[in-house]
């Protein structure tokens, strides 16, 4: 059960939610007699810190909204996957998007944990948190959504080293789970024909490997 802290703003504030404001999860009745359907009801106007431990696996999330509000425990809990569900896809901070991805990367195997990743490597707007997410990607059970996402990363990244870093995942998946004939075509025409030569000397390199050749 996720602990929670809460510390008034003063009696009387009202919040007024930007437009990038995220939903609150609903928690239990803390000892300030805050009920599940109060907390339910708050927009979360910004987040000052995910900070998860490594020694138990669980989470720290700090975050303001009618009053500041800490919530604790394990990603077990659902109202905490919620919170950082919602912050990889929308919170306009990139280093918290940066800590939340630290948070994730040893519960790869919730869906709704997988699917933020890849929308991450797929979608951030930052090329280092696209790198960091392509970094917890690359260690996943690789799946038909997985490698198309990476694909898409080789093919469509503007950032050559999310593009170079995506063809060594793909590399890795496929000498683990066999060969896809979409991936390797597409490796052969990046090989001869992409713009950027660093993209096209590592497809290259990618395409002997999976042919014995290297």
Known sequence: MATLVLFGFGLGWTLRPRATSLK????????????????????IRSISQVAPDPQSGGVRITLDAERRVTLEGSLDDPRIRQVLVSTIKGYENPGIRLDTLDALRM???????????????????????????????????????????????????????????????????????????????????????????????????????LQGNE
């Open 24 to 43: 609150a999860p609903a928690v239990g009745a803390d000892q300030a007699g805050l009920g599940t359907a109060d907390l339910g009801d708050l927009r």
């Open 107 to 209: 519960h790869t195997k919730d869906p709704s944990i997988r699917e933020a990743l890849l929308y991450a490597l797929g979608h951030d707007p930052n090329a280092g948190v696209r790198l960091e997410a392509l970094k917890t990607v690359r260690h996943m059970e690789c799946d038909e959504d997985t490698h198309r996402v990476l694909l898409h990363a080789v093919e469509h990244d503007s950032n050559v080293g999310v593009r170079t870093a995506a063809v060594d995942a793909l590399v890795q998946h496929l000498q683990e789970e066999g060969m896809d004939d979409e991936v390797l075509t597409a490796f052969e025409k990046l090989a001869a024909s992409d713009q950027d030569p660093v993209v096209r000397m590592r497809c290259l390199s990618a395409v002997r490997r």
